[in-house]
Structures are given as C-alpha cells and as structure tokens.
Nanobody
C-alpha cells in the first residue's frame, strides 16, 4: 500500500488547512485510515483521527470542534481539516493505513507561525 499525503505547509495562527491522504495498491475492502501528528511538546505520535470503511471515526483526546474528518471511499482518500490553528500544533502530520498490516506516509510538515 502506498500513501500520498498533501496539504501541509505554512499557515498563520488562527488559519485553516486541509490535509489529504490517498492510498493505492493492494487496498482491501476493510481498512482503517487516518492521521497522526508529532508535535515537539508531546513527544511521540498522537492520534488525530482515523476512519473505518464504515465511517466510524476515532478521535484523539485533544480533538475538538476545530477538527473535521472525512473519507472519500471511492478514492481511498481521507481528509483532515483543522481550523483556528495554534502555534503549538506545529509539527509533522502522518497518514496511517491499517488492514492486516500498518502503513505510514512520509509525513507532511505543518508550521503555524506569523
């Protein structure tokens, strides 16, 4: 399975961005797909949100109404919109795919700064 991430970059505090991840190659009918992030203050990777193929969403503990997750099943794509971004959310955001194995994207840098 290959994962292609897009949508990271530089955004001002209070701004928004939309991350997308497309999976291809050996996609099973049932899988879980979503986003994790690694920000400096929190050490390792933490869950942002994952979605199953039946659209059940699991959110990370810090997630609130600023986060909107969606899935385009026909395109094997998950999207993560984050609004009102804060500088503390600067970090690397990783796409994750799991069927009977775990796959990770290379990560996309998100920098929240003025």
């Amino acid at each position: 399975v290959q994962l292609v991430e897009s949508g990271g970059g530089l955004v001002q505090p209070g701004g928004s961005l939309r991350l997308s991840c497309k999976a291809s190659g050996g996609i099973s009918l049932v899988y879980v797909m979503g986003w994790y992030r690694q920000v400096p203050d929190n050490g390792g990777r933490e869950l942002v949100a994952t979605l199953t193929t039946t659209d059940v969403i699991q959110y990370g503990d810090f997630v609130n109404g600023r986060f909107i997750s969606s899935r385009e099943g026909a395109k094997n794509t998950v999207n993560q919109e984050i609004n009102n971004l804060e500088p503390s959310e600067t970090g690397v955001y990783y796409c994750h795919f799991r069927n009977w194995q775990d796959y990770w994207g290379k990560g996309t840098q998100v920098t929240v700064s003025s």
